[in-house]
């Protein structure tokens, strides 16, 4: 009779650890699922936000492309002669290739 009943007592110790493990694996998951949760829905209000931003400066460079076509028609030579700018005395031309540490000068 007492072999049976210190048995039992391991068994419910046994299950009892089941038990916990089962329950904070539970308890686990349903943490990680409301953070990704939450995490997903904070990402798509700030791409929304993003969204409006990236439209609002659309607008802002096609008007800062606007202006500069408007001011590069108006722009002659004697318009840049007033501003100051003089003819190039000598041209330096600017070769394309890859950059090494072979061609570096």
């Not at 990680?32 to 939450?38: A, L």
């Not at 409006?52 to 722009?75: F, Q």
Request: charged share 20%; net charge positive; hydrophobic share 40%.
């Amino acid at each position: 009779m007492n072999r049976t009943h210190t048995t039992r007592e391991v068994s419910f110790a046994y299950e009892k650890r089941i038990l916990f493990g089962v329950g904070v694996v539970i308890l686990s998951l349903m943490v990680m699922y409301t953070y990704f949760v939450s995490l997903s829905i904070a990402h798509a209000v700030s791409r929304e936000s993003y969204v409006r931003e990236s439209e609002g400066l659309v607008d802002t460079v096609a008007a800062l492309e606007r202006e500069y076509l408007t001011r590069s028609n108006s722009m002659t030579e004697r318009v840049a002669y007033g501003l100051g700018y003089v003819p190039i005395s000598t041209r330096v031309y600017v070769e394309r290739g890859v950059l090494s540490l072979g061609n570096a000068r």
